[in-house]
């Protein structure tokens, strides 16, 4: 017998108080660790989604709406722009790469994207990748003869169920232009896991005032500049034209941080509440426990056990209680996050709550230092005690 | 003879802190010396410093005046916890309501006792208890909790673990007062024996006849103790 093994016995000895207590404890760590896993995942998918290009040229409004509605999709997308600024562009020495983007309606909720193949294509910059797991990519057709082919993402074929070869369309008035399925993406954890791509000729081909226009519409273009220090003179271009607009989506991804930021600080108010609890938690247990046992921690001490070693079975049975709360709120955590993902998911955020964060182990043992510092008083109570006072005969 | 006692006190007096008044002397005694391997049984009167004076033997707590020798150790000197473990390896402790750890088995009760003391190699420790409560007639009792025990059963558990480190010295308080008549001196027997066989010195706190029957010696504690002496005669 060790103190270690007789604290385990006394956990055991109360079997639904200790998993009672347990249970509190994996409840309010898996509130800390979801709540973190999911900020961190949220930001990590605002910056995987975003950083791939420099530039997000649209039209006149909200440079926040802008990058929403184009780049995660979960705002309204802004007002058109003409075409045109995507063939000026496209013909920039300063750019690289230039992708047009049409943001049109939602088939079952799942974004209509047009675009051409630079879209997908695999430049050296770039973070994400995109690759088939079935079909093949939508052909760059000419406005002429739009071939009305889709490649879906991942997420949005899995939901809807949609197979290569399989014609879809939304509305009534769309039956006349059913796309074809072409080709599904690979999961790539981000928004584009639940969009429906295709040609921007498809895209004008569908929309009955875009195919009577001379000059076709856009949402926005995307641009990538050849030197970053030709960054802030393209910007300015576009800034001064009455037309476009220009947005650093690093700039409004710190404009949205920032006010996650605020959501942050009151939700770690709410988790300093809950360390506090389960504090609380772990302390009532305890000392309802040794409070309890004041007899037999007597007649241990009679039997002749040092007063440091009652002190550590009560010390060891706090930690034992917050090691299991702990291990169990960190997987719990998990699964929350995982289940929160899915919901924050469909509204165009994408997170990865698998990922292993290195702050866990900061908190497992954060939650075992704070489990033992609440068993010190009842601890402290077992080391007091009296011997001769308990071991009185009952009555 | 006091070179030969395994217990030897000598002018030990105990009171009790009261607020705001004086002391309260509960055990005023001259002089108390007992043979090894004797067994002695005290008797007296409730409230007569029976348990006071077993507490005081085995350093559960310390007399207001006066020297407790137990095997030539004067406990009285020691540090608490050199007390403590000078108690976990000399002396054995049955209580009259076995005070049994009721998380632990039978088997984990007795070796409770050895985890307190260096006595026992801890590889042993199990062969060991499981050996005692089998002497006691507990071999089939081995993983049962106090609670899943008989009221003898759980004693005799406790008298095992009182033998766990093999200690010179047994104490007893009442052992069989919560135990029937029956139970209790089939109880009395078993414990009498062991500590016979194993030469034990015994001090028993008892009113049974058959305790009484088998000691080498009998004390009445209103004839030790002289504030009981006193308060009896007033």
Request: a neutral charge; proline letters at 4%.
């Amino acid at each position: 017998m060790t103190i270690l093994t007789v604290a385990l016995k006394y956990l055991r000895g109360r079997l639904v108080a200790t998993t009672l207590t347990a249970v509190s404890i994996a409840l309010g760590v898996s509130l800390v660790v979801a709540s973190v896993l999911l900020a961190r995942g949220i930001k990590d998918g605002f910056i995987a989604g975003a950083t791939d290009y420099n530039l997000v040229v649209g039209a006149k409004g909200s440079p926040t709406q802008l990058v929403l509605g184009v780049v995660f999709r979960m705002d309204l997308a802004t007002p058109n722009i003409e075409d045109t600024i995507y063939q000026s562009l496209h013909q920039d020495p300063r750019v690289e790469t230039a992708v047009p983007i049409g943001v049109g309606d939602a088939f079952r909720g799942f974004r209509y994207v047009a675009t051409n193949s630079a879209y997908f294509a695999a430049f050296p910059w770039r973070r994400k990748t995109f690759a088939l797991a079935a079909g093949k990519f939508f052909a760059d057709d000419p406005p002429s003869e739009p071939a009305y082919e889709a490649v879906l993402g991942a997420e949005a074929a899995r939901s809807t169920g949609l197979q290569i070869g399989d014609r879809f369309y939304e509305g009534e008035e769309m039956a006349e232009y059913p796309l074809t399925v072409v080709g599904i993406l690979r999961p790539t954890h981000s928004a584009d896991d639940r969009a429906i791509f295709f040609s921007l000729p498809s895209y004008w081909g569908m929309n009955e005032v875009a195919r009577g226009m001379a000059v076709k519409p856009l949402t926005a273009v995307l641009i990538r500049p050849k030197r970053m220090s030709d960054l802030p003179s393209l910007n300015r271009e576009l800034n001064i034209s009455a037309d476009t607009q220009a947005v650093l989506p690093s700039a409004v991804l710190l404009t949205i941080f920032n006010m996650m930021a605020v959501a942050e600080n009151v939700l770690k108010m709410i988790l300093a509440i809950v360390g506090i609890i389960v504090l609380l938690y772990v302390f009532v247990a305890m000392y309802s426990a040794t409070m309890e046992r004041r007899r037999e921690i007597a007649t241990m001490r009679a039997l002749g056990a040092r007063r440091a070693t009652v002190f550590g079975i009560i010390l060891a049975e706090s930690a034992g209680l917050a090691t299991v709360g702990g291990v169990v709120g960190l997987l719990a955590g998990h699964a929350i996050a995982y289940l929160a993902g899915l919901v924050l998911g469909q509204s165009g955020l994408v997170t990865n709550p698998f990922l292993f964060n290195p702050f866990e182990p900061v908190v497992l043992v954060s939650v075992i230092l704070l489990g033992t510092l609440a068993g010190l008083l009842p601890a402290v109570l077992a080391y007091r005690t009296e011997v001769a006072e308990n071991l009185a005969p009952l009555s | 003879m006091s070179e030969q006692s395994a217990v030897l006190l000598r002018e030990v007096k105990k009171a009790f802190p009261l607020h705001g008044r004086q002391a309260l002397e509960v055990l005023d005694l001259e002089h108390l010396a007992l043979p090894a391997g004797s067994c002695t049984v005290l008797r007296g009167r409730s409230g007569s410093g029976k348990t006071t004076l077993l507490n005081l033997i085995a350093g559960v707590t310390v007399p207001t005046a006066g020297t407790i020798r137990i095997g030539g150790t004067d406990v009285v000197a020691l540090s608490e916890a050199r007390r403590d473990r000078f108690r976990a390896e000399n002396v054995g402790y049955v209580f009259q309501t076995f005070n049994l750890v009721a998380a632990l088995s039978a088997l984990e009760n007795v070796s409770l006792a050895m985890m307190f003391a260096s006595v026992v190699p801890q590889r042993e420790q199990r062969r060991r208890a499981g050996d005692l409560l089998t002497r006691l007639g507990l071999s089939e009792r081995l993983a049962h909790k106090p609670a899943q025990l008989s009221r003898g059963e759980q004693q005799r558990v406790a008298i095992a673990r009182a033998l766990a480190n093999s200690p010179p010295l047994v104490l007893a308080d009442e052992p069989c007062a919560s135990l029937d008549a029956k139970t209790a001196d089939e109880v009395l027997a078993i414990f009498l024996a062991v500590c016979r066989q194993d030469k034990k010195t015994l001090l028993l706190v008892s009113h049974d006849e058959a305790a009484l029957g088998g000691a080498d010696r009998v004390i009445d504690m209103a004839e030790l103790n002289r504030t009981e002496a006193s308060s009896g005669s007033a």
